[in-house]
């Protein structure tokens, strides 16, 4: 199975990488932006179809490693089982 | 004092700290390599600066979870002190041994830039010998220093006296300005409650000589030794009784 996780940082968390990206597309002339935040995408190949067994296990790989619980926060979409 | 160094792949703060405490200091330094089990016996674990594991994932992620970190974790709930500086310090939030994260710098720069620093309280091992209110400087050099910590954890770090040191103007005042990273309160360096692990994003051990611009970073790592002294004596001479 594949699934995807995402690692944002929170939104009470002030995102310097999102600001200078929204500031070039300012600089830019993209006037219509009006907000960007920056976060990770993660692809992931699991061996095991059960989503069931691959909820648990992302979800303690995402918080152990991929996403520091003090600053970040994730989501865990899993692809279709196959 | 049986001081070990921890080096990971990346470190690169490793040869000072080992020339500071070592040859300017006189202590027994070994340096252990990240893919040790076994810390063996420590007086004083030291995390170096540098950037381990390139900063993938975040400053401090990777090495969090090198095989000797089970070893220095145990070594410092069992009370044993350990000491992260810079990369060393992003490490220890990172493995939960002390609260907050290191972020981004606010300003999105690499800073490597001499600082001051205001002593905040005198009790810890590594400021004991100092003054409360005592203004050091030395080098900070790093891109992740912004120091953030959610309101409890601040409030906690405050109502425990665990803050070492704040960036200050010369003079002493904690002020925005005299912020280089964006650090919440201007946090440059914190201990724990029971005071055994500390963390500090400065660099003491590149302060150790007048010819490389300050030795502050030694009153910082003889308060250290003098503190370890006076905790490892008496235990010594308990065991040999």
Known sequence: ?82 | MKIKIVVFPGSNCDHDTEYAFGSILGQDVEMMWHQEQHLGNADLVILPGGFSYGDYLRTGAMARYSPIMTSVERFARDGGMVFGICNGFQILCEAGLLPGALMKNACLQFRSVPVHLRVETTRSPLTKQLAQGQILTMPIAHGDGNYYADHTTLTELVDEDCILFRYATSDGLVIPEANPNGSLFNIAGICNKQRNIFGMMPHPERACEPVVGSSDGLILLRSLMESLESTVQPRLEKAAV
């Open chain 1, 1 to 82: 199975m594949k699934a995807k996780i995402i690692v944002r940082l929170k939104q009470t968390v002030h995102d310097p990488q999102g600001e200078a990206i929204f500031q070039a597309f300012q600089h830019m002339g993209y006037s219509k932006i009006n907000h960007v935040r920056q976060g990770k995408i993660f692809d992931i190949e699991i061996n095991s179809n059960s989503a069931a067994e691959v909820r648990p296990l992302l979800d303690e790989l995402a918080r152990k490693v991929l996403a520091n619980p003090i600053i970040e926060e994730y989501v865990i979409e899993l692809g279709e089982e196959s």
